[in-house]
């Protein structure tokens, strides 16, 4: 069974403003996917119809292959969870177990149950010595956390993200990239992150969607979508450092280099092939990425 299927669909908001058109977007269990554009591009747009907070115009929406307006919201919100780009925008209790426990509670769980799932969702973020904080006394990378286990408390099969790295440092993007694919490859979680951030989802994602104004440019695995260097540009974006800096040396340089490399290891990899044997240290070739 498909996680999310989206068939034609369509959105026009009231000012006249297309944001989507007619596009086809389809996930399935357990997959890791990026929706990836820039701003204006539709994703928040496609993440908002996917949990309900908009309706689409025109075409077809499924959560678990149920029709999302067949959906009740109790319904909706077990099956997909959306984690929202701004934590101010989610967190609203005054503790973190308070907030945490908010969605449990209006399933009118046993408390039990209820303080179960803020303990795991809790521990799943590594935000557990958290749980009597107040809200207002975490940092910018703890809300992010917090809000995350919020919708864990809620057991949902999919889970969205709107621009999850959005405001974090480097070592806070590492985590909350690690917590995601934890939460998919351990616990076989769909999730789906949309993004404009291009450097790390070669290392995470099975599939990504270009989108561009309202359109999909391209779908497929990192290694496809990152060779098209005329489609990148066009949808406002731009390669994986890494990748950059490969295609620049093959193209200015007539460096051989045989597609573009995504992460660091592949382009040591494809270095270390061209640099004659003698010139490389003895061992250096069993060096991690």
Request: net charge negative; glycine share 8%.
């Amino acid at each position: 069974m498909r996680a999310v299927d989206v068939q034609g669909v369509s959105f026009t908001y009231d000012d006249g403003t297309e944001a989507l058109a007619g596009i086809d977007f389809r996930v399935e269990e357990g997959e890791f996917v990026a929706v990836l554009g820039s701003n204006g591009s539709g994703k928040t747009t496609l993440i908002q119809l996917l949990v309900g907070l908009l309706k689409a115009k025109s075409g077809r929406i499924a959560i678990g292959g149920r029709e999302i307006g067949s959906l009740t919201a109790e319904e909706l919100y077990q099956r997909v969870g959306l984690v929202f780009q701004n934590p101010n925008d989610q967190l609203f209790a005054a503790t973190v177990e308070e907030d945490c426990a908010f969605g449990p509670r209006n399933l009118n769980l046993p408390e039990a149950e209820v303080q179960r799932r803020v303990t795991e969702s809790l521990a799943a973020v590594a935000a557990l010595p958290l749980r009597e904080r107040a809200i207002h006394h975490l940092s910018f990378g703890e809300q992010k956390r917090v809000s995350l286990a919020g919708v864990l408390a809620m057991r949902p099969a999919v889970l969205i993200l709107d621009e999850p790295t959005a405001g974090l440092d480097p070592a806070g993007e590492a985590q909350m990239m690690q917590l995601l694919k934890k939460l998919n490859r351990e616990e076989r979680m769909t999730v789906i992150l949309a993004t404009h951030s291009v450097d790390m989802l070669p290392l995470f994602a099975n599939r990504i969607y270009v989108l561009d104004r309202g359109r999909v440019l391209q779908q497929g695995p990192s290694e496809e979508i990152f060779c098209h260097q005329e489609m990148i540009v066009r949808a406002k974006l731009r390669l994986p450092y890494v990748s950059r800096l490969m295609y620049e040396m093959k193209r200015h340089d007539g460096v051989p280099i045989d597609g573009l490399p995504l992460t660091i290891g592949e382009a040591r990899a494809q270095l270390l092939e061209l640099i004659p044997k003698e010139m490389i240290l003895p061992g250096i070739e069993e060096i991690g990425p």
